[in-house]
């Protein structure tokens, strides 16, 4: 399994990257191919230790940088040797397995659509994230790729989070919801009620595990592997997720180190903060696949510390890995209107 990494993208790039990517290597036995300026990336590894790259990673040199500031509809064709856009070529001409990049997420979507390309029949790549709920992980399909959406988007998302839920989290039979602002089928906007009734036809035809509306509550608590929405609402639930668990984590700290007694009761729960930390930790998943894509891409969080750059590329092996994309490709015709 060969994955090759944006060593250039980030807020932390190339050193967080680097390491991160090092520590996939040594971990799960990727190879690697890093693309980036060289003399950059070689100084990278250096500061991990190793004097030189270790067997099973290479480094691609690319000239240019996608920053931040970039027009991301336009910054990978302007800049056609940026470690994105060498990365991406690579990834399309088989070079690779998979592509991760923690660089703009705008530009990272449109090259991808470009370059790499969606798979044939598939209207919108989506973006789904693995959010913690009451029950474990949920993937929210979409977040934040397509803000505007009509209802055979919608059905789209639905069928590329239920393969996704099946390949990669394991989950036989995933139960898939709309998120509306009520359970009830009059409930919602147009695009909701009309999305309504083509989730019910698929889930009569027996394509679907479709349980109806959800409101964001109940899908916190766990009542759906799979949460269907525009990309619009779908960035907003996630966002308002990593502030609500920040401000949780910020607020239990204050709590217990309020005084000596709370101090000892932290001490005794302190596997438990640990665990509930991780649960809520977006670097813990890593990264985001953009599911609809013919190759495998995941974008890490442009805040990525080398941790979640290492949880990154464990994503996209075990995506690369899953079958996902064949099944999306088989089952295509069922996932038109």
Do not use: W
Request: proline fraction near 3%.
């Amino acid at each position: 399994m060969k994955i090759i990494v944006d060593a250039m993208g980030g807020d932390h790039a190339p050193e967080a990257i680097v390491q991160g990517a090092l520590m996939a290597h040594s971990n799960f036995g990727v190879e690697l191919i890093l693309v980036g300026r060289t003399a950059d990336v070689l100084r990278a590894v250096e500061k991990c230790g190793e004097k030189n790259l270790p067997a099973g990673v290479e480094i691609r040199d690319a000239s240019e940088v996608v920053e931040i500031s970039d027009d991301p509809a336009t910054a990978f064709k302007r800049k056609k040797d940026s470690s994105l856009t060498v990365g991406l070529q690579l990834l399309r001409d088989g070079g690779g397995d998979a592509f991760v990049s923690a660089g703009s997420t705008g530009a990272l979507l449109a090259g991808a659509t470009l370059v790499v390309k969606r798979i044939r029949g598939i209207r919108r790549a989506a973006m789904g994230p693995l959010i913690p709920t009451a029950q474990g992980r949920a993937v929210l399909c979409d977040c934040g790729a397509n803000a505007e959406c009509t209802p055979e988007y919608l059905l789209q998302f639905a069928y590329l989070g239920n393969y996704y839920a099946k390949r990669v989290m394991k989950i036989q039979k995933p139960r898939v919801a709309l998120l509306n602002i009520g359970a009830e089928e009059e409930k919602g906007d147009t695009l909701r009620k009309d999305s309504l009734a083509l989730l019910q036809q698929a889930a009569e035809q027996g394509r679907l595990l479709f349980t109806g509306n959800i409101e964001a509550s109940d899908a916190m608590m766990g009542g759906a592997d799979v949460i269907v929405t525009d990309g619009f609402t779908g960035n907003v639930m996630l966002k308002a997720l990593e502030g609500t668990g920040k401000l949780l984590i910020k607020e239990l700290k204050k709590v217990f180190l309020s005084s000596a007694k709370t101090k000892i009761a932290a001490g005794l729960v302190k596997g438990n903060l640990a665990d509930m930390k991780k649960l809520m930790d977006p670097g813990e998943i890593g990264g985001t696949p953009f599911l609809g894509i013919s190759k495998p891409v995941i974008k890490a969080h442009g805040g990525s510390d080398a941790r979640a750059v290492c949880n990154a590329v464990l994503r996209a092996k075990e995506y690369a890995e899953s079958g996902f994309i064949q099944d999306i490709q088989d089952n295509i015709d069922a996932m038109r209107t």
